[in-house]
């Protein structure tokens, strides 16, 4: 097996042993109860904390950012875990204050301590981004690093976050991967690993300006041999092959992609490079005034905004999925969450499904389309929880919250 550039929770026997756990639970909350949405996020960290059932786990988290309507306390999270877990989690609404550390200080091995919202302190805030060197002289860093002989780092959705609360112990503890950070990075490495000729990348849904980045990146590195493009990734790349997709749809991408321009000269670029390789809709589905229309590309309907893929694109990527050796899925197809809208994201996501080929997933309207479709890890090979973090990971970004472990590990006993 090759050796990992960091140290796993198999390195160690950590029963009985203090621990300070990083997870990121971050997760969508109805601003009027309170009440969490979505906690898939909760049930990927659960592997981990079974496996430190028996040291004593003190976790450090985070909910939103400041000035945002979800930006709220973590007792909830707690409650929510605890029932999850079938085991107490015990909230404290502090992260260094006396009473906090005297409740870590009094912990027994099975028990589980979670901190208030790490964010709401202004150190974890103001001095992201900082050297390390000032995020060890922090209040965060002091004061716990005394209370725990291993940290370890589970948020890979935060990853690329370089937080006080995410690499500011990497030269106080030895620093370890927990079980979900572990899985992501060799998940993740091992699609770039896949030797074969037929690499395909599945890029839809509305955030064409981190899609095209990372299409581009990896198509420059060889890790993709073909991109079948859906949504407003697809429609920026029409626009930049000479397509006029009408002034409805132009309004749509302007209004949901960031640096618009920009983004669609990159795209006009790829196209110069690697033409051959980006696949694009021949077909669309539009709304007309309520009503389904089927049109094709060389019949396009600028005065309706293009909801979906039709029957010709979807029989067009077809065949290329089927004779795939690896798939990176990211993005719907369109419009998935109205039901007249859903056939291409369907047809695309269960095709992924049935491929014989090494599967990874990721994004949030990705998951959230393959939870509607009632399709999980055992279809796919890998899903990711990372949003911006994948998309970073897959751009070949800094990832702060791995390069830290790195750190660590050379500190604290690697090569």
């Known amino acids: 097996m090759t050796q990992l550039p960091f140290f796993t929770l198999n390195d160690f026997d950590l029963a009985g042993k203090s621990i300070l756990l990083r997870i990121d639970i971050n997760s969508p909350i109805d601003p009027k109860t309170g009440n969490i949405l979505d906690d898939s996020r909760f049930r990927a960290h659960q592997e981990t904390i079974d496996a430190l059932s ?61 901190l208030e919202n790490t964010r709401f302190f202004s150190e974890e805030v103001v001095l992201a981004e900082e050297k390390l060197e000032v995020m060890k002289k922090t209040h965060i860093v002091r004061n716990l690093a005394s209370r725990a002989e291993y940290f370890v780092n589970d948020a890979f959705a935060a990853a690329h976050r370089s937080n006080v609360t995410l690499v ?13 950070m572990e899985n992501e990075i060799l998940g993740i490495e091992r699609f770039f690993a896949i030797k074969g000729r037929n690499r395909i990348g599945i890029f839809g849904g509305a955030k064409a300006d981190d899609s095209i980045k990372i299409i581009g990146k990896m198509l420059k590195e060889g890790k993709l041999d073909k991109v079948m493009t859906g949504g407003l990734v697809g429609h920026v790349f029409l626009s930049a092959n000479g397509m006029d997709l009408g002034k409805k749809n132009e309004e749509v991408l302007r209004k949901e992609v960031s640096n618009y321009d920009a983004v669609l000269k990159e795209a006009e670029i ?11 809709p021949i077909d669309f589905l539009g709304n007309e005034n309520g009503k389904v229309k089927h049109y094709k590309i060389d019949d396009f309907r600028r005065d309706l905004p293009a909801m979906d893929i039709g029957v010709d694109t979807i029989a067009s990527y077809a065949s290329q999925i089927k004779n795939s050796d690896a798939i990176m899925l990211n993005g719907p197809m369109g419009v998935f969450e109205l039901e007249e809208f859903t056939a291409g994201t369907e047809e695309i996501f269960s095709m992924v499904a049935k491929s014989s080929g090494y599967k990874v997933a990721g994004g949030g309207h990705t998951l959230a389309a393959l939870e509607k479709m009632g399709i999980n890890g055992s279809d796919i090979d890998h899903i990711s929880t990372g949003g911006g973090a994948l998309i970073s990971y897959l751009a070949g970004e800094p990832m702060p919250g791995i390069e830290s472990l790195m750190v660590s590990k050379k500190k604290f006993g690697g090569e």
Do not use: C, W
């Open 54 to 114: 028996k040291s004593k786990v003190t976790i450090l988290a985070h909910q939103s950012r400041p000035g945002k309507n979800d930006f709220v306390s973590l007792r909830a999270h707690a409650s929510h875990l605890s029932n999850m877990l079938k085991r107490r989690v015990k909230f404290l609404n502090g992260v260094f204050d006396d009473q906090t550390l005297e409740e870590i200080d009094a912990s027994e091995p099975g028990d589980i301590l979670m």
């Open 168 to 180: 500011g112990f990497s030269e106080m503890m030895p620093n370890i991967a927990g079980k979900l």
């Open 270 to 280: 790829l196209l110069g490079g690697y033409g051959d390789s980006i696949l694009m």
